[in-house]
């Protein structure tokens, strides 16, 4: 079964650093999203992303944030100077586009565990 | 805003013994709802949603959940809970806009299964 996978499954970084999380999503989907999730607390989403460009950002994705999809497989979250208060589970997600009427879900991968001393 | 709320931290039940996740939900227009299901150090694992139709969605690993509208709830349910259902469950739901789009979850519920 197809499967959304991510590295490294744990980064430890310094504050003011710059990091790169790596996402493969299923292969035919065309959705792809990021969700982070700060120990103990709920899943939070950051961004979303179809046809190479944001569609939806969340007030936590500012300007220290970005996304890109640079090959044909691979879907990436950058954080240019990483806070200590980044420091969470981060999850890439992907998706078929679905309809105006219909949802499709998402398929998540395991998780990078970002921690930022 | 589209939000959903789980009221229960931690459900403990014993094996066998039928098993209830509450959600309730906020939408503005038709609602269209999903649980998740995340084990320990692993991503998050769909179960099921309702976008439409029959108000018992039959999902993974023997789990349903009964759409309610009077009482705008979702909850989960499982007839026989097993030890190896112990882990969080999200309940969640989408934008207003259809196609791919963000989900908002809850803040979710432990359950604990235990013999």
């Not at chain 1, 990021?34 to 939070?44: D, N, P």
Request: hydrophobic share 30%.
């Amino acid at each position: 079964e197809p499967e959304v996978t991510q590295t490294p499954s744990h980064q430890v970084t310094q504050m003011g650093q710059e990091v790169i999380l790596r996402c493969v999503p299923i292969s035919n989907h065309l959705y792809f999203y990021w969700y982070r999730q700060i120990l103990g607390q709920k899943v939070e989403f950051l961004v979303s992303f179809y046809n190479n460009e944001i569609s939806e950002k969340s007030e936590i994705f500012d300007d220290q944030f970005s996304v890109e999809r640079p090959d044909g497989s691979n879907f990436t979250l950058k954080i240019r100077s990483t806070k200590l208060e980044d420091s969470a589970m981060y999850f890439c997600a992907s998706s078929d586009p679905g309809t105006t009427s219909s949802y499709n879900e998402q398929f998540f991968g395991p998780g990078t565990r970002l921690t930022v001393l | 805003a589209q939000s959903v709320a789980q009221p229960e931290d931690q459900v403990n039940v014993a094996e066998g013994n039928p098993l209830t996740v509450k959600c309730t939900y906020s939408v503005s227009g038709n609602p269209y709802l999903f649980w998740y299901v995340q084990y320990p150090n692993r991503g998050l694992q769909f179960l099921l949603k309702y976008i439409t139709g029959d108000n018992l969605v039959k999902g993974s690993y023997g789990f349903e959940a009964e759409f309610n509208k009077s009482q705008t709830s979702f909850h989960l349910k499982k007839p026989s809970a097993l030890v190896s259902d112990s882990a969080l469950y999200f309940c969640a739901v989408p934008g207003v806009t259809g196609g791919g789009n963000k989900l908002t979850f809850g803040t979710g519920t432990q359950l604990k299964v235990e013999l």
